[in-house]
């Protein structure tokens, strides 16, 4: 069953004698998306509309633009090719993926849209002190957003790249070309213009996802056992393809990044700011929790596709065949699209492949526009908001002055004067997310150029791995413990992002390796390649640690009220 033909320069000639066609799917596509951020950017900017869509979502087109923000490259792409190099190894991605939902729906999904307005930081602050606190998370927010990023950028290029007939020049400007368009779906469309091309790109990703799935069981007749037994022998590990240790049971050291990557996986959505972002977009907390209940539908049955594909990859295919083609195992979906319409040089084969290569193509767009939102929407609303507030005794003057005109005219004057002060500052943040969308944009473009032979899934589980290690900890202490104190929420945050960082700076995938980020030197003295075992924990000890060594207790009335509002919704914006 094995293709045998199929390398990096046969997928270019196979492609390029049907360029024109993929072009138009691309085209198609990328002007089905401009005209929704033409629609959407004709309204008002305020800052609701600009960063929550107005709030005016139905919780099951939330679900599925949640569900679209989601399921990006890593998903569609990483994870089929580690299941078909890697086999049963490959797997812990869709059940970390998917299981992760169960811990957003039980603890964040209601609680997060009742305490905050945009961000992370919003809860994260709504009980403590501002300043310090929405600076920590906004760095942190921007710096996982960024991470995550960069595989979708890397996608991007090894697959739109080669799609087009090339490497190396062609992949570059794929990566400048998504990241151009991302640039303009936030600057000009916002969150309403983002959820809507990820409810298009959903529709687009499941469709393309059950086509690819019914081909594969049809050609085994239906029978799994034959799918996993024909997998085993095109895999050419027999029969240990199917079970544990092919990547994750080597060493002491391999096993050990097995529990790593398994702790980030699991923990780490509820700490992306990009999922969280979504949560805010419903008018109700109801409609966040059942936002996430279609979210996990949809989620759930497309992982289970992912697993039906990265066999049907290793036996179609062969493990092989997708490891001459992109040593990562990125292309085994377009891969096995071609021989299952038909095989090499057919036009169904390439129609299939091309086909398959705009549906990558539009979740790559998805995805990088709603983390470009969230992450613009960190700059302005937590960082430049943060940065620009009036020092405490020019406040003072302020409601002085505020005094005096509430004394010679009650009621009127001080409305009117609070509102225009509002309403500039929402302006002012929403062109400072324009602004940062352009900054973080070349960031991840600049950042992908040096990770293109890196697999999406496992650079989206190092995002994880610091989402779960800086975010998580002081979201949850901040929701469920009444001690938690400002000293505790910022040292929980930079006591997880810094050494999450930090080891993967000196981990083997940067370093010491032939497929290293920098494969000619040597300075790893960490030994996995996920940090989430070790940087996880430090994020809640840090946390705790910083809330018993404060200086100030926490405030009592302010958590009541904040469990309250969290449980209640009383008070929400």
């Known amino acids: 069953m094995n293709s045998g033909r199929f390398n990096g320069g046969y997928l270019a000639d196979s492609a390029g004698e049907h360029q024109g066609l993929a072009i138009v799917l691309f085209t198609i596509f990328v002007s089905v998306t401009l005209a929704i951020t033409a629609w959407a950017g004709r309204r008002r ?8 869509g107005g709030r005016l979502f139905t919780p099951m087109e939330n679900g599925l633009a949640i569900a679209g923000d989601y399921m990006s490259a890593a998903s569609f792409l990483g994870i089929s090719g580690l299941i078909a190099l890697f086999g049963y190894d490959g797997l812990l991605y869709s059940v970390g993926f998917f299981v992760a939902w169960l811990v957003v729906l039980m603890l964040v999904a209601e609680l997060v849209r009742n305490c905050g307005r945009y961000t992370l930081a919003d809860v994260l602050s709504a009980r403590m002190r501002q300043r310090p606190v929405r600076i920590a998370a906004g760095t942190s927010s921007v710096v996982v957003s960024i ?7 890397v996608g991007a290029g090894s697959l739109v790249g080669l799609l087009l007939g090339g490497h190396g020049a062609a992949r570059t400007w794929t990566v400048v070309g998504v990241g151009a368009l991302m640039v303009f779906y936030v600057s000009f469309g916002g969150m309403r213009a983002t959820t809507w091309i990820q409810i298009v790109k959903t529709v687009l990703l499941i469709g393309g996802t059950v086509t690819l799935t019914v081909m594969v069981l049809v050609r085994f007749h239906g029978n799994p056992g034959s799918l996993l037994h024909a997998a085993a022998a095109g895999s050419g590990h027999g029969n240990a393809f199917l ?6 049971g080597g060493s002491w050291a391999s096993k050990l990044d097995f529990i790593s990557l398994g702790l980030a996986l699991v923990l780490g959505t509820a700490g992306l700011p990009h999922i969280l972002s979504r949560f805010y977009t419903v008018p109700t907390a109801r409609s966040a929790r059942r936002s996430v209940v279609w979210a996990i539908g949809l989620i759930g049955a497309f992982y289970l ?15 092989d065949t997708v490891r001459s083609s992109n040593a990562a195992g990125n292309t085994a979906v377009p891969l096995l699209a071609e021989i299952l319409g038909g095989g090499e040089g057919t036009t169904g084969g390439t129609v299939l492949f091309a086909v398959v290569g705009a549906v990558a193509f539009a979740t790559i767009l998805a995805v990088v526009a709603g983390i470009t939102l969230a992450s613009s929407a960190s700059v302005a609303h937590d960082l430049y908001a943060t940065l620009r507030r009036r020092p405490v005794a020019e406040t003072q003057a302020r409601q002085n002055r505020r005094a005096k005109r509430e004394a010679a005219a009650p009621g009127t004057a001080r409305v009117t004067a609070d509102a225009v002060e509002e309403g500039a500052m929402e302006e002012d943040e929403v062109r400072v997310a324009r602004f940062a969308a352009v900054g973080i944009g070349a960031v991840a473009i600049g950042l992908s150029l040096f990770a293109q032979d890196q697999n999406i899934a496992f650079l989206v589980g190092l995002a994880f791995a610091v989402a779960a290690s800086a975010n998580l900890p002081a979201l949850l202490y901040s929701l469920f413990w009444h001690r938690f104190t400002t000293r505790g929420a910022v040292w929980s945050i930079y006591g997880g992002l810094v050494p999450a960082l930090l ?13 290293a980020l920098f494969p000619g030197v040597d300075f790893h003295l960490f030994p996995l390649e996920n940090p989430g075992l070790v940087s996880i924990p430090l994020g809640f000890l840090a946390g705790w640690l910083g809330t018993l060594l404060s200086p100030e207790e926490a405030d009592a009335g302010k958590y009541a009220e904040t469990e309250v509002r969290s449980l209640t919704g009383a008070g929400a914006a």
Do not use: N
């Not at 991470?147 to 950028?153: H, N």
């Open 147 to 153: 991470l995550y990023l960069v595989a979708q950028m």
């Open 45 to 52: 900017s305020s800052s609701v509309e600009f960063f929550a």
């Open 305 to 319: 596709m992912t697993i039906v594909l990265g066999f049907g990859a290793a036996a179609v295919v062969g493990t």
């Open 243 to 248: 079970a544990p240790g092919l990547k994750y």
């Open 503 to 515: 080891l993967v700076v000196f981990s083997p995938v940067i370093s010491g390796r032939p497929d």
